[in-house]
């Protein structure tokens, strides 16, 4: 067969993926009676295009699960999407507007039929673009959160809570998304880590019935004061000791408002004086329930000032313009004693980036504290194991300060709450209405009463912490025990089978989001742990350290590196620097570093497969010797793949597979074993570099799964489904130490002369003597012959006239007579004993130094011995061999 000279991947990945497809092997089938190994992936959002955090994610998952299948597990990798609510329907309403269609012109049901056509046309584009990554899906079972079955099983759940007294309807100070018009948890409201600028408004009010008392308050948001319903100073504030009580004038609307005394106020922070907004200030909100204040709510749903805030001028007008015009009017009627400008933290929406406005609402909770505990403990005790470990104390930090989760969201696209009222506001909790009908009836004994569902739909993360459960469909109605509460168990062997997962991979960025929920989930309604390990990946930014952004320009299109580079080439060049937890700086030369890699094994079966194999001739010793030394390699970098891998060091894992491939297969083994050109190769060394070249495919797989499917068809005849995708993984077997270290020091050997030969300009053909001051190289001297070009191996007591070449302590003496410049000779030998003087005196000074001696590790003491013995013999070598040419 003639191959390319170099590996075309636009070839080769469209055909295997589909015949791996058609041949059903991404497929798991929970009757197979292996050990299942299972993956859920997490699932993108349906408006996701595929970015390089989904490259990472997705290769890590499908590095895994290769493996896995390849171990004989029952490998099921679950794919799937999420509905996204915030997300989805924002996508919606563009569309919409392009169409010159307002939401608000539609009835909810109209909307929800343009969300599912927008869903259906690009819903699933993200998981076509998953498959050009070579993602080993089992596809048959992909999911989506609002899938029927799925979207039942989410009211399931909301009612069963609710049930249990979990879920309660509260009126709370929640985080207000102006441009989503929706509320987000406390998880979607992100700051700048070095904070935001911003400015402090010193601001005076009259107090009432005084010619000309004052008092200053500080606040960042003046747009509020109209909102403002007293002034609180600290109780211990001698300064405020005379007003509290008295009453003050808010200006332009002369509301009278109190002077209260209350210790959250920091005597310290501007002016000590705090003006009390409950409507707009979670914190404001507090003081307010503790000193019985009423609440003026002034800021629209939309971020828009309303009437009560009793100045005409601003109603209906952006809050942040306002703000600057109420500073301007503060400003000319005497109220603004300062502006500094200072650094603070400002929350903002994860998904629209618009600044959170703190607003007091009727919403959905769900009490996190009792539900959380055994999440909480399952971590803490390693039942479910996060990796990297250093992430444990973020997740208990956030789980021992749990708050209530706000569920509900001001939206259409979702899973609607299953809550029922009536026109007075009396409302029960049903999966049907049919069944709050019923509920209704029984509860409230009213005739003739019209139900009305509620118009919210639930928060995304409230559907998608039931991900591990309902991709395996637990929450039917032959499953799921309304009694309990509980599913039950050995009613569905997929999820009996498949549950608890093995790995979650995941970002760090949703540990609290999903991961602490889903785990609350599997405890609550599997009574098992939902994954037994973790695996946190880092962020992938750009050489710079900044996170890849549309806006910065500075992410790559996944899609386009793939079609340039192919897909093994963009899966080994994300992990090739991407240890868990920590985040990955992206360069391209990492891909193109993929790609020559790529090359490297495509050209060393090149080179094999262009061998004549003759069968009658005997095995040579040097090709002995390579197969019993490669084969110790591969041994012992098995154990070293499998020992990265029960640690989640794919990149580790990785790195040991190139050194493994570039450097002890195509660099030293083969060369080994190549045969003299125009000349064939014994069959029983063929034989063999067959079955090691399998073994190195078979590592590599997981990794690069196009071209190792493509050379394994190719190295030997196969029989059908006899492929990669489903070989065994190699068992590590009898490392010999002895011959690696060896063979470690005779390489060492080799690339000296050959560094010596390019030095002296000499040609590689050319054959040369070696003397050795010792005998053991003798077992090794048929490689060291062959890959240096010698002609001879000298040894005894007389050391010859050459250059000599240290490797270790022993000496090695290459015979250059008649063939170098002995002047120049000398005079690298004399500097070469120069810099081993100095370097012998550095070690002397610090072993004389009584202080580093008494304070030293025993083994650093050893260490700087061993240095100052080698040293010595090395000096000892080359003045030998300068005495040699004088």
Known sequence: MSLATKYNPAEVEDKWYQYWMQNGFFKADSNSGKEPFCIVIPPPNVTGVLHMGHMLNNTIQDVLIRKARMEGKEACWVPGTDHASIATE????????????????????????????????????????????????????????????????????????????YIYRGQRMINWDVEAKTTVSNEEVLYKEDGERSMLYSIRYKVKDTANEWITIATQRPETIMGDVAIAVNPTDERYQHLIGKKILVPFINREIPVIADAYVDKEFGTGCLKVTPAHDVNDYEIGLRHNLPIIDTINDDGTINEKSELPKFFGKDRFAVRKEIVKDLREAGHLVKEEEFVTRIGRSERTNSVIEPKLSLQWFIKMKEISKQAYDAVEGDEIKLHPAKFKNTYRHWMENVRDWCISRQLWWGHRIPAWYDETGNYVVAETEEEAYKIYNSKFKIQNSKLVQDADVLDTWASSWLWPIEVFGGFKNEYFDKTTGKIIPGKNKDLDFFYPTNVLVT??????????????????????????????????????????????????????????????????????????????????????????????????????KGWEVDGTLPQPQVCSIASEWFESKLNQSLLEINDHFSKFRMSDALQTVYKLIWDDFCAWYLEMIKPEYGKAIDAVTFQKTVSLFESVLKVLHPFMPFITEELWSELASRKPKENIIIASWPVPGLINTTLINEATEAFDLIAQVRNLRNAKGMSPKESLTLFSSRNDIQKLWPLVRKLSNLNE?????????????????????????GKIDVEKEKEAIQKEIAYLRGFLASVDKKLSNEKFVAGAPAQVLELERKKKADAEAKIKSYEDALLKLT
């Not at 569309?95 to 539609?106: D, T, V």
């Not at 089992?138 to 399931?156: G, H």
Request: hydrophobic share 40%.
């Open 793 to 817: 191996l000298l040894t005894g007591a007389e050391k010859p006239t050459g250059t000599s070449l240290l490797v270790g302590t022993t000496e090695y003496i290459v015979v250059l007579e």
């Open 507 to 608: 970002a760090p960025e949703i540990l609290f989001f999903w991961v602490a929920r889903m785990i609350i989930a599997g405890y609550e309604y599997m009574d098992k742990k939902p994954f037994e390990h973790v695996y946190l990946t880092g962020i992938v930014r750009d050489k710079q350290g900044r996170k890849m952004s549309k806006s910065l320009g500075n992410s790559p299109d996944p899609l386009a590196l793939i079609a340039h580079y192919g897909a093994d080439a963009v899966r080994t060049g994300m992990l090739f620097s991407s240890p868990a937890g920590n985040d990955l700086l992206y360069d391209e030369k990492l891909v193109e570093q993929g790609r020559n890699f790529a090359n490297k094994i495509w050209n060393a079966f090149r080179l094999v």
């Open 90 to 165: 924002a996508k919606v309403v563009q569309m919409l507007r392009e169409k010159g269609i307002k939401k608000s012109q539609l009835t909810r049901d109209e909307f929800l039929n343009y969300a599912w056509e927008w869903k259906e046309k690009y819903g699933g584009i993200i998981l076509e673009q998953l498959k050009k990554l070579g993602a080993s899906c089992d596809w048959d079972r992909t999911s989506f959160t609002m899938d029927p079955d799925y979207y039942k099983a989410v009211i399931r759940v909301f009612v069963d809570l609710y049930n249990k007294g």
